[in-house]
Structures are given as structure tokens and as C-alpha cells.
């Protein structure tokens, strides 16, 4: 029997070494024929498998052995990647199996590093084993073998952040590529979490650790661990800050009503108390009120101190009367003299100051004796380009410059334009408090010279009906659009659902403090909306956005006209979420509401964008061609204000709209008009430079700001004008505009050139970018992790849409709502190749799935490319 054996053992060997494709039939009809005395070990069976090869690693430089074992069997051999193994690469031994009586034939092979890493094929190295019977042959299970490793980098570290006692914390962890995959454990100051011990504590959402409601104990430092069978790696390490914002105690009671007829009341921010560099209290710690309404009576002494006091002021007044008559009596002695008229165009004069007499409170520095033979000349822009510039009225801090004719005359006024007060490095919360109340007081209307251009305050409205196949309502050329995503409607359900900007000031006038409306108020509806997942609406802003530089929140009106907030951009919510791109946020709401961008800036570096225009037209009956600039906030809705403007009253657009970057740094806006033909055209005296104070431009709220020069052309045969405006923030950016123009023709006027200028609404397939079929199949494919790794999250991190994964766990079907907000993000580009892009992408990080795997991905990334070709 064993020289048979052997036998069998030489005849398949070496059919395998020449190559022959013989088949395993056929084999074992040649091994069965020359053993014409054998008997099976169990009569009419085909051999069966008791162990099957398993997968295996190579770690290192360490062969693995591979085993089969199968009754009853003549012989078994190992065939790996298609190719039969030698036979004298094989251990085996047989023996009989004490509970059944079988023979088991037992067989080894060793493989080594060396083996795997020269095979070059479609898929991973591979080994079977088969096995003969008298009636035939069985086949094993594929086993593969791969060599394990484990990178040292992860793809994404932890990153330290601070969130607010109850609010959410999200840490996103990517281990390091490696074969097995690696599993990841989470350590809090060096002791390993377990979600099991604290349902507060998620770490099912692929890798990454979430706190539902962030306690004071959860501040602490976290590591993200990363092990297979070859290694284990540290992520760097995360600090997380849980803070408490101050909050008051109750009011004191009211002190008794003191000899000043005044009382008052206090109370400590202890409700809680600020912990871990949480925000102090808002608002003053103490109050005080009159108490005279029969709860305080003066004495006689204090009576004759009031009147007395009321005396003195009437004789006070009497005497600034006499002195201002006196004053204006002798005005012409004091007047300004404009030695070079000729410097009006562009914009510089000269001018000799008289000498003062002595004693009068209106002139420059009063206080010094007047020399009486020697004259002051002074030469200065009507725009001061510095501090410095600003010294020479320093001396008269609340003086206004007004002009009349060919004087200049003083005045007492409040100029808050002209002051020369040294910016804070920062605008913290705490430490701008004159700032913010001067930004306060201008938001309510204080608005002087060139204030904002009066709009009408009707509403921009759009409505659409929709059902379960989803669409999309804009709001033409304003940047604001909402997509309803397929199957958010039930099915035999509709919806009519309107969407609307409001051009009010209720909602500016309700701001607190330094913030800013950095986008327009835009309200979607109707109220008791029911739908099955989130909607995503599209605004435009005008911030520069940067956290260091920026606190920028999404906020929602309430029925009181008060704005309360939804959430931080920065931060994470699982009730909204936040993408900001460089001019569009893309918002996922489920509560119909007014929702608006708010923005305060934490330091002089903050910017906001302005738009810059210039438009002109001739004056009716006149000579005088009129140039008016615009600067309003850099967004599509604020910019068709202006347009509605300008299209009523016959403006022409003649420079294209420029953008100038605005900063928080205190600082006014100039406009300056240079490069006017001075034999061709005058221009009125003294406009060539004007100027907006920091907190009109800086509170416009998207309301235009606009100031206008006034051309006189000398003949009509100038039908040419030429210029340059000047627009710049002093110690900021400066933007010039080019003005040429063919006067008295009419043009044709320039309006957006937009795809979305008539569409208002689309329901339906034609609504998106992706069709509804390759929609469904991404969907299946990543809403449930599978071996491979591809899940929705892997799916969010190549379409830049990892942020905020908490949100997207909570929903449904997290790739759904990943799709939509990329089709929000991407409305106006129609970028399915980016799609495209990131499938195959995907599809390129686990090579090693089957060919029919590979197929499908390549199937479904054709179909996009496709569609983004049509």
C-alpha cells in the first residue's frame, strides 16, 4: 500500500511539473487504476474536510503553516494560486480516528514571505487543498495569506477642543493603514473608556469617540489606541476642556433710599460660576434707580442748593448766547482764506489759518497767547491718511468740519468719524465694551453723513409644491436656495413650502453687542412641516471666515424678534449642521424657522467683504454728470438693493464690481475720485473726498452705503469721462474702480448673468445633479459597513464633509443626507466628476476585494462620469 501510495504521489507531481492540464478526474482514474487491491476507507463517499486551510498573516519573516485534513482520502494535495504545490513541500501523516473508526490523512505546508511577496496577481495569495476518494475529488475553501503590518501614522489625530458643559464632544480618530485592520481603543488620562460602563460614551461610530452630553469630568486628555497582531500605535494626544458659562444669582433686595433720593440692588455671577475659562456674566452686577415717587423727601437746605444750582445754569446760558452773537458778528475776521482753488480736483488744499484773538472757546488751542505778526499756514487733506494727519484737530476733539461756499467754518458737533482713539488689539466679549455700545448705538440708526441707501422693505418670496420625488426653490440671483431631498415628503403627501428674505431692520435692531449680520434673514416654512429627514438651505455671507478671528453663529428668530442660538459653525450638533465654504454656508435644518448667519469679531483682524460699484448717469436738464459709489456687504442679495436702485433712476454700471476686504480695526472708509480731465470737467468743491465712519460701514447689515461726486463738463462736445476712484480703509485695503465712460449714451444695463436668474423652483429628478438610480445604489452600498470598510463615513471623509459626524450617525441614512448636502454644495457647478473622483478613490484603498466587486464600483462610476457629460 505504501509503494502505491508513493506512486500516486510521483504520477501527480509530475504531471504538474510538465504542466500537463490533465483533470483532476482524470488523475484520479490513473491513481485508482494502478492500485487495483485497494479499498476506501469508507465505501461510496466522496472525501469530506475536517479542517479546512484557515487565513493567515506573516508577521515579519515567520512562515505560516497551512493544514488540511479530510476522511476518507486517498491523497491530498495543495494547490495555491492556480498552481499544484510540490509534492515534497508537503508534510502529511495519517491515522485512524478512534470514534469513528475512519482513516484521517492529515497534510502541512509551509508558506514564507518571500512566496507572497512575488506573487503579482488580480487578487491576494491563496491555497486549497484537494482531496481523492475512489468516487472522485473534494475541494477546500480558499484561504488567504497576507502579510501584516501596521503603519505608524494615523490618517487623522484627535484634535484638543472646548465645548460647553451638556454639549457634545466629538473626537475624530483614523488609525494608521494596516493589515488586519486595526482595532481602536480609547484612553482618558491613560485608563481605557468602555462604552459598556457609561452610556454617556459612544465609540460604535466607526473610530471616533462620542460624549452625548459633556460633564466637567469629561475634561481630561485622549489618546486614540491603534493595534493589530503585528503592532500597537498612539495618536497624539487630545485635551478636551469642559467649560461652564457664569450665569447671575437672583437680584439682592432693593438698599433704602439713600439722602440722594437713590437706591439700589445687586447681584454675583455664582448661577454657576465661571469654570474653565467659561464666559463671566453679561450685563452689570449692580443697578441703580431714583426712589423720589414718595419714598424719599428732601430738606430745605437741599431745595435752595437745587434752585441755586437751576440759577447759576440760566446765567451760564445767558452768558454762551452773548458769546456766540459776539462770536458770529465777527465772523469774517476769523474766516478761512483757500489760497490754491486749483488743488480741488484732487482733493488736497492749502489753507491759511488767521491769527486768533485770545479767549474766544471755538478756536485751536485757546490757551496759548496769540502772536499778533506772524501767520499759521497749514496744509492738509481733506481725508486724513493717518493718525498723524488727525493732530491738527486734536485740540478740538468734538469738532465737525462743515462746508459752505468757499469757507470753512467750525462747529461743535459729535464727529465720532474723526476721532483719533488707539484700537484694542482684540475685541474680546469683555474688554470692547465702547466699542460695542458705539457699534450698539449706530446699529439703531445713528446714522449721519452719507448714510445707508434707503430700500423698500417688502420681502423676497418663492413657493413651490412638493412631494415625495423632493426639488429645490431659489430665490434668483440672492445666493439663498433650499433642496428637499427625494423621499423626505411621504409618499401621497405634498407640501406647499415657501421660502422668504427679509428686508426689515427688526431683526438688525435685536442684535446684542459687537455681532453683525454677516448674511441675509431667511425664513423657510410652513411652520408644522412634517418631514422624514432634514432640508438644506444655501445663504451667502460676507466673512473671511476664520475661528481665530471670527465667532460665527447660526442663529434663529423667535415670535419676540429676539434671536436666540442654534450653534456655533465650529462646534458640533447632532439637532443642525453647519458646512461654511468661502462665501455660502449649506445648512441641514428639520425646524422650519427665520435663520440667519451672526458674526462678532474677536480681534482687529477680522474681515468682512465689501462690494464696490460705481454707476452714472447724466442730471436731468443739466450739464452735471452724476457718479455714485456704492459699498455694501459682499453678498448676491445685499448687491440687488443696489440694482433695484440704480435700474429706477437710469444708472449705468461702468466698472466692473470689485471686492475690498474690510477689517475690524476701528478704522474709516474713504472714497476719493483722482484723474478727473481738468479742462473738460470741474468738479463741486470739496467733495473730491469722502468719508464713512467705521461703524456705518462695519453695521450696514446689508443695507448699501453710497456717496456721489458731481461732474460739471465745461462744453457738450466732452463726451468723454475719465477717472479713478479710490476706495480704502485707512490702515486697510485700498480698491480702485476705473471710470471711462461715453457720456450722454445709454447703455444697455448690466444685471446678473446667473443660471438660476428665472428658475424659482424645480421639483423632481430634474432638481438634482445626481440621478435617483446612482443615488440609491451609493446609499445601499455605504449606509452599512461591511469587511472592506466602506461605509458612509469613509464616504464623508472624501467628499471634505468629515466634520460633525455625529450628526450624520443620528439620521436614517447618513449617506443620503451626505449626498444631499453635497448636491447643495455643488448646485451651480454640476461637479459629478468630483463624485466620480471620490468613488474611485474609494474603490483604490482596498484593492484586494473580488473582481466582481470591482466591476460593480467601476459600473457605478461610469454612470456618474456619464451623466456629468451630458
Known amino acids: 500500500m505504501k509503494r502505491l501510495t508513493l506512486t500516486l504521489c510521483s504520477r501527480v507531481a509530475s504531471h504538474g511539473q510538465r504542466g500537463e492540464r490533465r483533470s483532476e478526474g482524470a488523475q484520479l482514474r490513473d491513481s485508482a487504476g494502478s492500485q487495483p487491491g485497494a479499498q476506501p476507507s469508507a465505501q461510496g463517499t466522496l472525501p469530506h474536510f475536517?479542517?479546512?486551510?484557515?487565513?493567515?498573516?506573516?508577521?515579519?519573516?515567520?512562515?505560516?503553516?497551512?493544514?488540511?485534513?479530510?476522511?476518507?482520502?486517498?491523497?491530498?494535495?495543495?494547490?495555491?494560486?492556480?498552481?499544484?504545490?510540490?509534492?515534497?513541500?508537503?508534510f502529511s501523516h495519517e491515522y485512524q480516528d478512534l470514534n469513528t473508526g475512519l482513516k484521517v490523512r492529515e497534510v502541512m505546508i509551509n508558506v514564507s514571505r518571500q512566496q507572497v511577496e512575488d506573487f503579482h496577481g488580480p487578487e491576494d495569495y491563496w491555497c486549497l487543498c484537494v482531496a481523492w476518494s475512489h468516487l472522485g475529488t473534494s475541494k477546500s475553501r480558499k484561504a488567504t495569506v497576507r502579510i501584516a503590518y501596521l503603519r505608524k501614522n494615523f490618517e487623522q489625530d484627535p484634535q484638543g477642543k472646548e465645548v460647553p458643559i451638556n454639549g457634545m464632544i466629538v473626537l475624530h480618530c483614523r488609525p494608521p493603514e494596516g493589515v488586519p485592520v486595526a482595532e481602536v481603543e480609547w484612553l482618558k488620562n491613560e485608563e481605557l473608556l468602555s462604552s459598556q460602563a457609561d452610556d454617556n460614551i459612544d465609540t460604535r461610530a466607526d473610530h471616533n469617540l462620542i460624549i452625548n452630553e459633556a460633564r466637567l469630568s469629561d475634561s481630561g486628555n485622549y489618546t486614540c489606541v491603534a493595534s493589530n497582531i503585528v503592532a500597537k500605535r498612539r495618536s497624539a494626544t487630545a485635551t478636551v476642556t469642559v467649560f461652564v458659562d457664569g450665569g447671575w444669582d437672583e437680584w439682592s433686595e432693593w438698599t433704602a433710599c439713600s439722602s440722594q433720593c437713590e437706591r439700589q440692588r445687586s447681584r454675583e455671577c455664582n448661577s454657576p460660576a465661571p469654570k474653565h475659562r467659561g464666559k463671566m456674566c453679561e450685563g452689570s452686577s449692580e443697578v441703580t434707580e431714583n426712589c423720589t415717587d414718595g419714598q424719599c423727601t428732601q430738606s430745605n437746605s437741599n431745595d435752595v442748593a437745587l434752585y441755586s444750582g437751576l440759577g447759576a445754569g440760566i446765567i451760564a446760558v445767558g452768558i454762551l448766547v452773548v458769546a456766540i452773537m459776539l462770536y458770529r458778528k465777527n465772523q469774517s475776521e476769523y474766516s478761512v482764506d483757500v489760497i490754491d482753488s486749483s488743488a480741488l480736483a484732487g482733493g488736497l488744499q492749502s489753507f491759511n489759518f488767521k491769527t486768533t484773538r485770545q479767549g474766544n472757546p471755538l478756536l485751536l488751542n485757546s490757551s496759548i497767547p496769540p502772536d499778533l505778526t506772524v501767520g499759521r499756514t497749514y496744509s492738509t487733506s481733506l481725508c486724513f491718511q493717518d493718525g498723524a494727519d488727525k493732530e491738527l484737530f486734536d485740540p478740538l476733539p468734538d469738532i465737525k468740519v462743515k462746508v459752505q461756499s468757499s469757507f470753512m467754518v467750525y462747529g461743535v458737533a459729535e464727529r465720532a468719524e474723526f476721532h483719533a482713539k488707539a484700537p484694542v488689539e482684540t475685541l474680546p466679549r469683555d474688554l470692547s465694551r465702547d466699542y460695542c455700545s458705539s457699534l450698539d448705538r449706530r446699529k439703531k440708526g445713528l446714522f449721519t453723513f452719507n448714510g445707508p441707501l434707503s430700500t423698500s422693505k417688502h420681502q423676497l418670496r418663492t413657493t413651490?409644491?412638493?412631494?415625495?420625488?423632493?426639488?429645490?426653490?431659489?430665490?434668483?440671483?440672492?445666493?439663498?436656495?433650499?433642496?428637499?431631498?427625494?423621499?423626505?415628503?411621504?409618499?401621497?403627501?405634498?407640501?406647499?413650502?415657501?421660502?422668504?428674505?427679509?428686508?426689515?431692520?427688526?431683526?438688525?435692531?435685536?442684535?446684542?453687542?459687537?455681532?453683525?449680520?454677516?448674511?441675509?434673514?431667511?425664513?423657510?416654512?410652513?411652520?408644522g412641516l412634517d418631514l422624514s429627514c432634514p432640508v438644506a438651505m444655501t445663504m451667502a455671507?460676507?466673512?473671511?471666515?476664520?475661528?481665530?478671528?471670527?465667532?460665527?453663529?447660526?442663529?434663529?428668530?423667535?415670535?419676540?424678534?429676539?434671536?436666540?442660538?442654534?450653534?456655533?459653525?465650529?462646534?458640533?450638533?447632532?439637532?443642525?449642521?453647519?458646512?461654511?465654504?468661502?462665501?455660502?454656508?449649506?445648512?441641514?435644518?428639520?425646524?422650519?424657522?427665520?435663520?440667519?448667519?451672526?458674526?462678532?469679531?474677536?480681534?482687529?483682524?477680522?474681515?468682512?467683504?465689501?462690494?464696490?460699484?460705481?454707476?452714472g448717469n447724466m442730471e436731468s436738464a443739466s450739464m452735471n454728470y452724476s457718479l455714485r459709489v456704492y459699498c455694501v456687504d459682499d453678498t448676491p442679495h445685499a448687491f440687488q438693493g443696489v440694482v433695484a436702485a440704480e435700474k429706477s433712476r437710469g444708472g449705468q454700471l461702468l466698472e466692473e464690481p470689485k471686492m475690498l476686504p474690510f477689517r475690524a480695526n476701528t478704522f474709516s472708509l474713504q472714497v476719493s475720485i483722482h484723474d478727473v480731465p481738468q479742462f473738460l470737467w470741474s468738479i463741486k468743491p470739496f467733495t473730491t473726498c469722502q468719508e464713512f465712519s467705521f461703524p456705518q460701514?462695519?453695521?450696514?447689515?446689508?443695507?448699501?452705503?453710497?456717496?456721489?461726486?458731481?461732474?460739471?463738463?465745461?462744453?457738450?462736445?466732452?463726451?468723454?469721462?475719465?477717472?479713478?476712484?479710490?476706495?480704502?480703509?485707512?490702515?486697510?485695503?485700498?480698491?480702485?474702480?476705473?471710470?471711462?465712460?461715453?457720456?450722454?449714451?445709454?447703455?444697455?444695463?448690466?444685471?446678473?448673468?446667473?443660471?438660476?436668474?428665472?428658475?424659482?423652483s424645480q421639483t423632481g429628478p430634474k432638481a438634482f445633479k445626481i440621478p435617483l438610480s446612482i443615488r440609491q445604489r451609493i446609499c445601499a452600498t455605504f449606509d452599512t459597513a461591511n469587511a472592506k470598510g466602506k461605509d458612509w463615513q469613509l464616504l464623508a471623509h472624501k467628499l471634505h464633509l468629515d466634520r460633525n459626524l455625529g450628526y450624520f450617525a443620528k439620521q436614517q441614512s447618513p449617506s443620503a443626507i451626505i449626498l444631499c448636502l453635497w448636491e447643495a454644495r455643488h448646485q451651480d457647478t454640476a461637479d459629478l466628476d468630483s463624485l466620480a473622483s471620490a468613488l474611485e478613490e474609494i474603490g483604490k484603498i482596498h484593492p484586494k476585494s473580488s473582481p466582481k466587486d470591482q466591476d460593480e464600483e467601476a459600473t457605478d462610476s461610469n454612470q456618474i462620469q456619464s451623466c456629468s457629460l451630458r
Open 697 to 760: 460701514v462695519w453695521c450696514s447689515n446689508q443695507q448699501p452705503l453710497h456717496c456721489a461726486f458731481s461732474l460739471e463738463r465745461y462744453s457738450p462736445a466732452a463726451t468723454q469721462l475719465s477717472c479713478k476712484i479710490s476706495v480704502r480703509q485707512v490702515k486697510g485695503h485700498e480698491q480702485i474702480l476705473q471710470v471711462y465712460t461715453a457720456v450722454g449714451k445709454v447703455s444697455h444695463f448690466i444685471f446678473f448673468m446667473q443660471t438660476d436668474c428665472t428658475i424659482t
Open 464 to 527: 413651490g409644491v412638493f412631494g415625495q420625488p423632493g426639488g429645490r426653490l431659489v430665490l434668483p440671483n440672492t445666493g439663498v436656495s433650499l433642496l428637499v431631498p427625494h423621499g423626505a415628503v411621504d409618499e401621497n403627501m405634498s407640501w406647499e413650502m415657501y421660502m422668504v428674505i427679509s428686508l426689515g431692520e427688526a431683526s438688525v435692531n435685536s442684535l446684542e453687542g459687537c455681532e453683525i449680520l454677516l448674511s441675509p434673514e431667511v425664513m423657510y416654512g410652513p411652520p
Open 50 to 90: 475536517i479542517q479546512e486551510p484557515e487565513d493567515a498573516y506573516i508577521i515579519k519573516s515567520t512562515p505560516i503553516k497551512l493544514r488540511c485534513r479530510a476522511t476518507p482520502a486517498l491523497q491530498i494535495f495543495f494547490k495555491c494560486n492556480g498552481e499544484w504545490v510540490h509534492q515534497n513541500e508537503h
Open 541 to 615: 455671507h460676507c466673512a473671511e471666515v476664520d475661528s481665530e478671528n471670527w465667532n460665527i453663529q447660526l442663529k434663529r428668530r423667535t415670535q419676540g424678534s429676539k434671536w436666540e442660538e442654534v450653534m456655533l459653525v465650529e462646534d458640533e450638533s447632532t439637532s443642525c449642521y453647519c458646512l461654511m465654504d468661502s462665501t455660502s454656508c449649506h445648512l441641514l435644518l428639520s425646524q422650519p424657522g427665520s435663520y440667519a448667519l451672526v458674526g462678532e469679531p474677536l480681534t482687529q483682524a477680522a474681515i468682512k467683504r465689501l462690494k464696490l460699484a460705481v454707476f
